[in-house]
């Protein structure tokens, strides 16, 4: 992709009431657009880093057995009625609006009662179980305050997975597999290392529910981590009871805010009991399906990316999802060298690299910030002098370290 | 996929409320969940269908020179206000709903006015331009009625790609390239010959916009077609001082229902000049941008699909936008026969076929008549009879016409 034919532009300094150092970052780089407080428009950079995440996310869902469907924003108050969430006294952040019948519709803030609603046509016998199935689409959420970027949105895109089982062993195992395949997602992205697996409040069906929190400053939560076994408790619970039960001393936690990038659920049958979603036992006996249900906000964890990997340059992207791999830089007017720039962007292209190639006429200074701030993981320089060295500028946007390296190795590496 | 993991099961009676056949046939076929009267979930096939379009869709955008993007749903006040589409006696079918601050938004029915907004921060010089964009993204419209399908949805997914010109002239190069791109479209999602180019009105900035028309008994538009000279104009325009200013006479126009399953229009500066999206151009001059909109609506073309294609047993899809290419059902209980299916199964999906295995214990009759009713291009029956033989039977969904033949060179074609 050319950068003259890019139409986003990067800014110095981003609008001024947005506080959150993710938004301010992803604006000022021409990422997103700030529509109003928690709702922001994904521009083409922003949209191939959001694409990335969550094909990331796709890959490990469907490799453990995930069916992909897309259900609808708009919800109908009959089935929220029967789980008791349709109430604005139950679920405080419904955003509802009216059909042109005058009959009040909601924007689903999460799934759980319309796909076990779905599932009641697709699942009659024990042989119809388990199903996996997961989407990634957009909640709406009325929150009260959304200053926090990308990270606490009032539209959003989650992909939430939810299971559906024959016994709560059946479950234990799906929960178990989805559990791996949320580990591999925060490797894969590159917050394996910054994010804990927390025990957070479960509710009537499961004692715990387990969080994704990824320690950042940024982070709205606050995790207390057992360092050597790798574990947390999130505040809500961190109480002498609980760490009690998970054999926790108090002194060995560390205090960290945290982002909370994922959780998992353990539902029992609190959906599939007031919606009705039974199936049929070997013995031909009627019993409610056990759930689990498990998200990951796609923006969110982008948003989470750039609070813990930005530096005072800008944004610094892991090669996993960064819009693209090399940003290639052509500094200087000399044609010849611009002639040379577009061979090796051509080739580069041809061998599949996916290439940000800055053709424009600017300043040096003025790319090399720009490159910067944008944050793609390798930058590669074209200039009369490596032209006339045979070389290439090679350098890492993490580490800042350039090295000349040789035209022909660059480019077959 | 092997069916037996595919969780959706296919219905013989559509919900009674349900009166489009599109809606019917995908309901019934497992494609699709309705949630109320205009508003759809898509389940694994339909899912897949979608993306099969929407991608389509996108190669022809990228190959014009667009660049993808998604705006939110929720809406502001101040923008739309400029245009004078935020009143509800002006713009008839807006949802809206409110912050907890109180502040009423919207819920976008088209994009025009955010994305005006947005070029703000990204066109100042003559040398930004010409730029186009379009996103895939969910459309919300208050419809009174909607008892089409998917052909007229509550809340549906649209690609509308926008352009932004310095001058008439380059609007009319950007129009007519989209145009030409549209015209791939059709043709490779299978309707090309069905689908006629029609004038409708304009505006105040265009004479007419241009539709295009897909023609079926479903459609809720009348068009009238030259067949010659293989233009139409649409029923709101069909007057005589129109059919002069297009050189049509009245004798040779046929009058056929139709579906608008995309529509291009040039907009002139109706947006840029109330929203201030202007750009300096080579004396330094302040000049409003010239804009057009391209819009596709793929849940609305998957569903004309349905309703020109289907046949009385069920659903017939174009290779293009098949949901799999090829439909394996294994006949009989014989272990032998199963072990073989599988064999074949593994084979194809090596070679990269993407399969629907039919794995299922059901008898051969129930097998066939849903394989009708999904309708994947290509059946391969593999029985005790066919493997006897060393041969694959294969029937074609469109003609129905079935052949044996060798499974070398099925497998190998």
Redesign the interface.
């Known amino acids: 992709m050319r950068q003259s034919?890019?139409?986003?532009?990067t800014?110095k300094e981003a609008p001024s009431d947005e506080v959150a150092k993710n938004a301010q970052l992803l604006i000022r780089a021409?990422y997103i657009?700030k529509?109003?407080a928690g709702?922001?428009?994904?521009?083409?950079l922003?949209?191939k880093v959001?694409n990335k995440v969550a094909n990331i996310i796709r890959e490990e869902m469907d490799a453990v057995?995930g069916?992909?469907?897309?259900?609808?924003?708009?919800?109908?108050e009959v089935l929220w009625s029967k789980t008791d969430r349709w109430d604005d006294k139950k679920v405080d952040n419904w955003?509802?609006?009216?059909?042109?019948t005058g009959k009040e519709?909601g924007?689903g803030f999460t799934h759980e009662e319309?796909l076990t609603n779905?599932?009641k046509?697709?699942?009659q016998s024990h042989k119809?179980l388990p199903?996996l199935?997961y989407q990634v689409q957009?909640k709406?959420r009325?929150?009260?305050r959304s200053k926090s970027g990308l990270v606490r949105g009032?539209?959003f895109s989650m992909k939430d997975m939810y299971s559906f089982a024959r016994s709560e062993k059946e479950h234990e195992t799906l929960y178990a597999k989805v559990r791996e395949a949320y580990i591999k997602i925060f490797e894969r992205v590159g917050l394996g290392d910054l994010t804990k697996i927390t025990f957070a409040s479960g509710g009537v069906f499961s004692k715990y529910s387990e969080e994704f929190q990824t320690i950042s400053e940024a982070g709205e939560d606050t995790i207390y981590i057992d360092e050597k076994k790798n574990i947390a408790v999130n505040g809500e619970v961190n109480t002498d009871e609980v760490l009690a039960d998970l054999k926790l001393d108090k002194k060995n936690l560390v205090e960290k805010k945290s982002i909370e990038t994922g959780n998992i659920f353990s539902l029992g049958t609190k959906f599939s009991e007031p919606l009705g979603l039974t199936f049929k036992d070997k013995d031909e006996k009627d019993v409610p399906v056990i759930m689990g249900s498990y998200g990951i906000g796609v923006g969110r964890l982008m948003g989470a990316l750039v609070e813990v990997l930005s530096d005072s340059k800008g944004i610094v992207w892991p090669e996993a999802v960064a819009p693209l791999s090399v940003h290639l830089i052509l500094v200087g007017a000399d044609e010849k060298v611009r002639a040379h720039a577009e061979e090796v962007y051509e080739t580069l292209r041809e061998r599949g690299v996916d290439v940000l190639f800055d053709d424009r006429d600017v300043r040096p200074g003025e790319k090399f910030a720009e490159s910067d701030l944008i944050g793609i993981p390798t930058r590669a320089v074209i200039s009369e002098k490596t032209m006339a060295e045979g070389k290439v500028e090679v350098t890492a946007r993490a580490s800042g370290k350039s090295t000349m390296v040789d035209e022909a190795e660059f480019l077959n590496p």
């Open positions: 034919h890019l139409f986003t532009k800014r021409g657009h529509e109003m709702v922001y428009s994904y521009l083409p922003g949209l959001f057995g069916q992909e469907i897309k259900l609808t924003a708009l919800q109908d955003f509802k609006t009216k059909l042109k519709v924007l319309p779905i599932m046509d697709h699942v119809d199903i199935a957009t709406f009325n929150e009260k009032r539209e």
